[in-house]
């Protein structure tokens, strides 16, 4: 792809170099990702897989940016790199802002029919597919894959991940549930229709319980930790071992799949579409 081949030559010169030489492209590739032309990560028939390149563009974006001020009114202050603007939505762009605070960054792309509850924010190389919930205080973060009609609730946080460029991002399939203060980290990849409860941890180094299926799930070599699909994830603990943690009683956390999703959960975790 010529315009991956022109990313990597200008990361290979200096910022100012960079500027000077590249700020067409810069644009030509901000507006792909905007308008979710380009991904971090896509689909294929063997799974998810990284579009290192356009990670590249991103941290091209943030090599070739100058700093300046966008603040307006005089009380709101923000500075960035000029080539990491705000998103700009139009009423035509059907997205749902509820006004008080939130933010996007342009180069993150968007759906029609997402609805935003303020605040929030989500980070530039993002996806954010139709008929989602980015719900207050949630985070999206760079290069982030979200699906269809996927819940974020309250304070959840979906990490960003950029570096290195050959790392698959944070992927949330159609139809999940993200339930309030869980945070997913380090490519975790849930997939379609799974439930996090409240308060659930995933980083790439966890392992996780299923209690339903007798199994432990982690990351290995080839594939990122896996929530399979319509799994119940809960806050759970383990006890830890030795002979001070046994005196003292200590136990240690560990997400646990205690059941897959069934009539009950779905009327639990359902989106309300009177909301929309």
Known sequence: MKLAEEIDRLLALSADEARREGMATVLEF???????????????????RTNIWV????????????????SNPSEFYFFDKDT?????????????????GSSIRDGAYVAPG??????????????????TMVDSHALVGSCAQIGKRVH??????????????GALPVIIEDEAFV?????????????????????????????????????????TADAPLTIPPGAV?????????GEF?????????????????????DAATMLEEALR
């Not at 997402?114 to 008929?131: Q, R, S």
């Not at 943690?245 to 959960?265: C, E, F, M, S, W």
Request: charged share 20%.
């Open 30 to 48: 901000r507006d792909g990702l905007t308008k979710g032309k380009y991904r971090a990560a896509e689909r294929s028939e063997n799974g998810w």
């Open 55 to 70: 990670k590249r563009g991103i941290l091209l974006l943030f090599k070739t940016g100058v700093v300046e001020s966008k």
């Open 84 to 100: 990491l603007p705000v998103k700009t939505l139009a009423l035509e762009d059907r997205v749902r802002v509820v006004p008080g």
């Open 114 to 131: 997402v609805v935003c509850m303020p605040p929030m924010f989500i980070n530039i190389g993002a996806y954010v597919d139709e008929g």
């Open 152 to 165: 974020l609730s309250a304070a959840a946080q979906i990490g960003g991940v950029l570096e290195p460029p």
């Open 179 to 219: 339930g309030g203060n869980c945070g997913v980290y380090e490519g975790v990849l849930v997939r379609k229709r799974a439930v996090l409860a409240p308060g659930v941890l995933l980083t790439g180094g966890t392992a996780v319980y299923d209690l339903a299926l007798g199994s432990v799930y982690r990351k």
């Open 233 to 241: 994830v809960v806050p759970g603990s383990r006890p830890a071992t």
């Open 245 to 265: 943690a046994t005196a003292n009683h200590i136990g240690l956390y560990v997400p646990v799949i205690v059941k897959y999703r069934d009539d009950k959960t």
